[in-house]
């Protein structure tokens, strides 16, 4: 690495490239530092504001000196207005009560503003009189007027033709022979807001000092009631001789005709601009727009809001535009101020301006463009340069690479014959090479041939203290792993061969004498054995590369201890290690059992590939344990045992294991439909050493706590909890007996007659499991089991076969009797269990009575199923343990049963509780309404007996009737007659 970290390419090459690239970085900080670029930017803002000042200038022209000049027009019309007010007789005043006066003065002035639209280039132009009128609609008042609109201001019709009258009397239209507009009204109607007619009358009863044309206002407008289009007005007040205010003379200029006057293309070639006229009041650099015309949209364009500026130049009245939703890109803006009040008027506050708008890129684009070039050609030039500078470079090398070849190929058992390159420092170089290859070849050991014939990746050195140089084998650096020093027999110096070993013997292999691990960059690392005799006056060595046999070792290790799928412990290194912590002296300890929620269904779903990613994220997480003196296996498909020492507080432990549980929840999987599945598992704690002390307790508690968490609050964790443990323990050691009960069928029904409360006879019999083994008795104890074990449908399935086969096989004594059957809730049986039931069954399906519990409506959907059936077979359905729980009214209304069995809880002592009687009561009174029959169960005194059929139950079930037997069992007599007498009584 050395010799090709010096080579004399690099030497030349690298050198030059560094002069190259000075140069070029110079030429760049020449070209920043001369001011080239920000001179072509000023250049592009001056051409900008040179762009929107002449378009400022042209349209402050037309706003001055055609659309507002208007002192002709103004004393012509004034003039009008007060002589006809002189000749009869009359004073402005007078205005508000004589309205033919008023017809009279408009049609008076309707010619001198015909003369006036064509004269000013204006779309319109209007008189308003300030006459007191009382007609008000709308929050608008009526304003006496004549308003006379052109459609086009550019072209003067010698017909009038374009001109319509769009306010005024009818008489005007008549007169001038205009037409009326569409929108034709005899007056105007005039919000309190609008500015173009009262400020000017305001302000000239302010200013009375002031001439006419000082109180001049310009004004947008968005309409005038139904006469105008949005536009821009200019209106001046309407003096009498005592300079008293009595209305405006205005003009109108359209909007979309202002911005034909707004050629925003002018500003870019690729029409990337806009401009807008607009208003600053408060001189606050907040404008509210006018008009607007161009490509670039802004929120204050609609007149919704105002457009604001930077308060810092960029260029002189060139400022950049606030942030805005329309905006995507930075946005400069040119404001040119329209000179149209004079200093001292009222509405000299009130500044309007041009503002043209380009993005930065629009009118930095031919700079950008220069720099995009100037980069380029710095990039491919540098290219070039340093392309030439390696050409030449290599053109010098190339002989001495051919020297160094030959030397490199030559067999080093001949002489070595070097041609002359006419370099005469290389030429001395290739005759000392060849005289000591002369010297090699005469000192080769005998013992590179021996090594030879054991064709085994072995090397060998020898080291002659007295000599400065080490003889090694050919194979020698090939087994120590330094492939590019390309040698046969020969001699290296012995302080690169000290320090050659100082490298192999850095990282010895524990357990294995005279092994050594060496490190590769990118590449396998590899071991070897070394081993050295030395004397006093040489010191001989022998390597031999041992690299698969260590690997061959760790990979057998390796899957003894680990998991495959997820690279942590398997279950028997899991207990070698636990059982070593174990019988140190450590305080507090906690095993953790976890089981992984829902990977059956990744299984089933999205295959095993998906369940194994399930699996890997999930060990990821747990791997954090190892952080915390963790200890973390997979025993199983989806099990998982954590062992945490070296604390001495459990809430230390409790945190870790907590925070990492946490991370388990938050934790994913992409699946294929790219839904995100979350990492969810159940986790039981046992504490060590107060919940046991012994390896195996320690996991059959932990297993039971998760089994515990799992079956209550899936998906969480819970601690070792003794009392529990003595209580359902069961549940984790009888595995076995619910499976064997299951799949041998192991169960008899016994069945308790259900007697007819009037007559004495037997209408039915409740079917009730009885198990037949006798590590498994109790039902209640079957079906929580069955319901931890996720097989409660088997349940269900055992119920309807075996007690139906019961029924058959004793018919006969079950005679016109139904046979009730506890249905599962929730619970129905598949398509094809209902067939073969159907086929085997079918005659005495109509006998059946299905009981349903209050739950059972919490899947509506098997619910309905059922009902279905009992409604196809003409049987039954009834409603067990009614009372025992919450919404009973909401429930009968739900299900609508045939029969209400009444909770024992209820039945017992009812004869001696007014409580329980009137609940029973109240119950067979909402039944008896509505056709449903009453079945009081649990009736073990005869005082109970002579209650329930006191208040009028249906049915009656209890001990003191029968027991429950296998084979149906039948009333005595005696119990039929005290049934009858009890009736008897009643009657």
């Known amino acids: 690495m050395n010799q090709k970290n010096n080579s004399i390419i690099r030497k030349l090459t690298i050198p030059m490239i560094i002069a190259l690239l000075t140069q070029s970085i110079f030429y760049v900080i020449i070209i920043l530092c001369s001011g080239t670029l920000q001179s072509l930017k000023n250049n592009e803002f001056e051409t900008f504001n040179e762009t929107v000042t002449s378009r400022n200038n042209y349209l402050n022209n037309e706003m001055l000196n055609h659309w507002s000049n208007i002192d002709e027009s103004e004393k012509n019309i004034n003039g009008i207005i007060l002589k006809t007010l002189e000749v009869n007789n009359l004073k402005v005043k007078d205005l508000d009560s004589d309205s033919e006066i008023k017809s009279e003065i408009l049609s008076n002035v309707s010619k001198p503003l015909m003369h006036m639209i064509g004269e000013n280039h204006v779309n319109g132009a209007f008189v308003i009189l300030d006459d007191k009128t009382t007609n008000t609609y709308n929050n608008t008042v009526e304003k006496s007027g004549i308003y006379i609109k052109d459609s086009d201001p550019i072209k003067n019709s010698l017909d009038n033709s374009d001109l319509r009258v769009k306010v005024g009397p009818n008489e005007v239209s008549k007169k001038m022979k205009i037409s009326l507009d569409s929108s034709w009204t005899n007056n105007f109607h005039l919000n309190k807001d609008m500015d173009f007619f009262y400020k000017p009358i305001n302000a000239a009863k302010q200013y009375k000092d002031l001439p006419y044309n000082d109180l001049g206002y310009w004004s947008n407008i968005a309409g005038l009631s139904d006469a105008l289009q949005p ?353 140190e002296d450590i305080e507090i300890a906690a095993f953790v059992m976890l089981d992984l929620d829902n990977l059956k269904y990744v299984n089933d779903t999205y295959g095993h590939d998906y369940g194994d990613k399930y699996i890997k994220k999930a060990a990821i997480v747990l791997e954090e344990f190892t952080e915390h003196n963790g200890i973390v296996s997979r025993i199983s498909g989806d099990e998982f045992y954590v062992f945490i020492h070296g604390y001495d507080d459990k809430d230390k432990i409790r945190q870790i294991i907590k925070r990492i549980h946490k991370n388990m929840k938050q934790s994913s999987i992409i699946l294929p439909d790219n839904n995100e599945l979350k990492i969810r598992a159940s986790a039981g704690v046992a504490w060590y050493p107060d919940d046991s002390t012994k390896y195996e307790e320690l996991t059959k508690y932990c297993d039971f706590a998760m089994y515990k968490i799992k079956n209550t609050a899936k998906g969480n964790l819970n601690e070792f909890n003794r009392d529990d443990y003595n209580k359902d323990s069961f549940l984790l050691s009888s595995k076995e007996e619910l499976n064997k009960l299951i799949d041998e069928e192991l169960v008899k029904y016994a069945f308790q007659p259900i007697v007819n409360a009037n007559t004495g006879e037997i209408y039915g019999y409740e079917a009730l499991m009885r198990s037949q083994l006798d590590t498994l008795k109790n039902p209640l104890d079957i079906i929580r089991l069955a319901t931890s074990q996720f097989r409660l449908y088997q349940i269900e399935r055992l119920t309807w076969f075996k007690a139906l086969e019961s029924f058959v096989e004793y018919k006969e004594e079950f005679g016109e009797a139904k046979i009730f059957l506890n249905s599962i809730p929730n619970y129905v049986l598949s398509d094809e269990d209902l067939d073969e039931f159907k086929q085997l069954y079918s005659p005495y399906c109509s006998k059946i009575v299905l009981e349903l519990l209050e739950n059972e409506r919490s899947n509506g959907e098997h619910t309905a199923k059922k009902r279905k059936l009992i409604e196809e077979w003409g049987a039954k359905i009834a409603l067990d343990d009614f009372g025992s729980g919450y919404n009973n009214e909401a429930l009968l209304l739900e299900i609508t049963p045939d029969i209400v069995k009444i909770d024992i809880s209820i039945i017992i002592g009812i004869d001696k509780d007014l409580n329980r009687q009137q609940i029973l009561q109240n119950i067979i009174s909402y039944s008896k309404q509505r056709g449903i029959k009453i079945l009081a169960e649990g009736i073990e005194t005869k005082g109970e007996l002579e209650k329930v059929i006191e208040f009028g139950v249906d049915y009656i079930q209890g001990y003191y009737l029968s027991k429950p037997e296998f084979i149906p069992p039948k009333i005595s007599e005696k119990l039929v007659k005290e049934i009858l007498d009890i009736n008897t009584k009643l009657c």
């Open 231 to 583: 536009s821009i007005t200019y209106t001046v007040p309407l003096l009498d001789n005592e300079g008293n205010p009595y209305g405006v003379l205005g003009v109108e200029i359209e909007l979309e005709y202002m911005k034909t006057l707004l050629p925003y293309n002018e500003m870019d070639s690729n029409k990337n601009g806009s401009y807008i006229i607009c208003v600053d009041t408060n001189n606050d650099m907040k404008f509210k727009n006018v008009v607007s015309n161009g490509t670039i949209k802004l929120k204050g364009i609609e007149g919704l809001e105002n457009i604001t500026f930077e308060d810092k130049e960029v260029y002189k009245d060139i400022y950049e535009l606030q942030d805005d939703e329309y905006i995507k890109n930075t946005t400069y803006s040119n404001i040119k101020y329209f000179n149209l009040y004079n200093y001292n008027t009222p509405f000299k506050n009130e500044k309007w301006a041009l503002v043209g708008i380009i993005e930065k890129d629009s009118i930095l684009y031919y700079i950008n463009r220069f720099k995009y070039f100037l980069v380029l050609d710095l990039i491919i030039s540098t290219l070039i340069g340093i392309l030439i500078v390696y050409i030449a470079a290599n053109r010098v090398t190339i002989p001495i690479r051919n020297l160094a070849k030959k030397v490199r190929e030559d067999d080093p058992l001949n002489p070595l014959v070097l041609e002359k390159i006419n370099i005469s420092e290389i030429d001395d170089l290739s005759l000392a090479i060849a005289n000591l290859r002369i010297k090699a070849t005469d000192s080769a050991s005998k013992l590179s041939q021996i090594i030879g014939l054991l064709n085994m990746p072995i090397g060998a050195f020898e080291h002659k203290k007295d000599e400065d140089m080490v003889f090694c084998t050919e194979a020698f650096f090939s087994v120590i792993g330094i492939d590019d020093i390309n040698r046969h027999e020969a001699y290296t110096h012995r302080v690169f061969f000290k320090e050659i070993l100082k490298i192999i013997t850095t990282n010895p292999e524990p357990d294995l004498d005279n092994v050594y691990k060496i490190e590769k960059e990118n590449k396998q690392d590899m071991w070897i054995k070394l081993t050295i005799f030395e004397d006093e006056s040489k010191m001989l060595g022998v390597v031999i590369d041992v690299t698969q046999e260590v690997l061959e070792k760790c990979k057998i290790e390796y899957e003894r201890d680990y998991d495959i799928l997820t690279n942590l412990l398997n279950r028997r290194a899991f207990y070698n290690r636990v059982n070593k912590k174990l019988q």
